[in-house]
């Protein structure tokens, strides 16, 4: 399998013997990342991940991320970030904006990995997904970059995988037309539009006498199956380009968006124009450009959150309204990292003006609103949540409580009044307890059910009469590990 998320659970159901080791990185995540209650940012602070790509499908949305976890458990973050480990990519699920589900990670490059699925590639970095349907069927396409070395594609036949490699070798690389000399051959981008018709953005660097016309981004048709191209990539001048390409259509307007280099602008005419590592666009009337530059719309994060790094952004609508993703380093230093580069996944709003230009974004810990209730009735992955404290969430994405009183947060929950049971799956502790609660944890929370744990890993408790929208608080004693849970 080239993905190890749900498909797990029917397994650890049969093999809950003992708990599932948690790392010591897991571990310290469990301890010293969180979010206060106000705060649905960053996405998930159980786990680093950077680069955000973002797929609506159904009644889902799905963010797919480089898994900077993975260099952490290498580096222990003594020292920074070099991304050289990265061969597999995580995923992330929401129905409602707040509470994500740890879905897993998929493992992309097989060069170092037994189980990757493109063996020719050695890293996974800064993805970018899309669906499309082919002979009456929804098919999913995983881009993504080997390294600055080229560009592989992976396809599925759902969201979460498993991903499968169908050329054996990159997609874009150095043998492709126009992309010989290009310094980066990474951070792609993708669209299918309306018609059904696919397009692929990527490239990036500069050399020292070219940063403000580097000419190193391209676009490029994609053929009806998404694993080849059609004719020759097309250069895109971006003034300032550094990396990050990012592509979408509002309206009739393509825009084309990306990060600016770091590169002094002393020596430019308007150094305002386009700061250090912010994201400027370009818009065109078609998909292959020309484009021409307008401006930019998201500072650098270092800016308001005091961490300056990369800067890299996917923007999206879901359920009618745009959003904006991009990586901040907010944890690192709260975790106690000595050296950076660790970065989490943040959401915002993104605002478009009447006329079709983007002005500047806000950037907040406060994120976005729940877009609707937490619904409850069937099995829950224990791994959702939109906060923890104290809990590690393994490679099997169960939750392993590290101290007493340790709890993961749902956000608005809907209770109708006609629930009656709170049931677990779990590697108990004999004698110990997991309580459920309303609006808060510990002394100032109201329990609506207590689930004594003996032997037995399938449990359950009657559950007090709760009507209306709440918070609710799963609190789990040391050394359980809950699988799912489920209130009915």
Not at 74 to 93: C, E, P, Q, W
Not at 359 to 384: D, I, R, Y
Not at 417 to 436: L, M, R, W, Y
Request: with cysteine; glycine share 10%; net charge negative.
């Amino acid at each position: 399998l080239f993905f190890t998320g749900g498909l797990f659970m029917s397994c650890l159901k049969e093999e809950l013997i003992a708990a599932t080791p948690v790392t010591e990185m897991q571990k310290l995540m469990a301890e010293k990342a969180f979010k206060m209650p106000g705060e649905n940012n960053p996405v998930v602070a159980h786990k680093y991940g950077a680069d955000p790509a973002v797929l609506e499908y159904k009644d889902t949305l799905y963010i797919y991320s480089t898994n900077d976890m993975q260099q952490l458990e290498f580096t222990k973050g003594r020292i920074d970030n070099g991304y050289n480990k990265i061969n597999t990519l995580n995923v992330f699920s929401t129905k409602d904006m707040v509470n994500w589900t740890d879905c897993g990670e998929i493992a992309v490059a097989g060069k170092n990995n037994p189980v990757g699925a493109a063996k020719w590639a050695a890293n996974s970095w800064a993805p970018a997904i899309a669906c499309k349907k082919i002979e009456g069927k929804d098919k999913f396409f995983l881009y993504f970059a080997d390294s600055a070395n080229g560009i592989g594609v992976l396809t599925a036949d759902s969201p979460v995988g498993p991903f499968i490699d169908p050329l054996g070798e990159a997609l874009i690389s150095r043998k492709t037309p126009t992309c010989e000399k290009i310094n980066w051959l990474f951070d792609p981008a993708v669209l299918v539009d309306e018609m059904g018709n696919g397009y692929l953005y990527f490239g990036g660097g500069h050399d020292p006498d070219k940063y403000e016309h580097p000419k190193n981004a391209r676009c490029v048709a994609l053929a009806d199956d998404m694993i080849h191209i059609v004719g020759e990539p097309q250069m895109i001048d971006a003034p300032f380009l550094f990396e990050d390409s990012g592509i979408n259509k509002i309206g009739d307007i393509w825009y084309y968006t990306y990060c600016t280099n770091w590169q002094d602008r002393k020596d430019t005419k308007d150094p305002d124009k386009m700061p250090i590592a912010v994201i400027g666009y370009m818009t065109s009337k078609n998909p292959l450009g020309p484009f021409e530059y307008k401006g930019y719309t998201l500072e650098n994060p270092g800016t308001v959150f005091g961490a300056w790094g990369n800067n890299h952004h996917w923007i999206f609508s879901f359920r009618g309204k745009w959003y904006i993703a991009y990586h901040t380093q907010v944890l690192e230093k709260t975790v106690g990292c000595e050296k950076g580069g660790y970065r989490n996944v943040f959401i915002d709003n993104f605002e478009v003006n009447a006329d079709g230009s983007l002005p500047k974004q806000k950037m907040t810990k406060k994120g976005v609103e729940q877009v609707s209730n937490f619904k409850l009735g069937e099995e829950v992955p224990a791994a959702t949540f939109a906060s923890s404290r104290n809990v590690a969430v393994t490679n099997k994405q169960s939750l392993v409580s590290i101290k007493d009183g340790a709890y993961v947060c749902i956000k608005g929950v809907e209770f109708t009044g006609k629930e009656s049971e709170f049931s677990a799956t779990c590697v108990p502790v004999d004698g110990k307890e997991i309580k459920v609660q309303l609006d808060n944890f510990g002394g100032n929370g109201t329990e609506i059910a207590g689930v004594k744990l003996g032997k037995k890993s399938e449990v359950s408790a009657k559950l007090t009469a709760t009507s209306g929208v709440h918070d609710l608080y799963i609190i789990l004693p040391e050394g359980c590990e809950l699988i799912n849970w489920s209130i009915k």
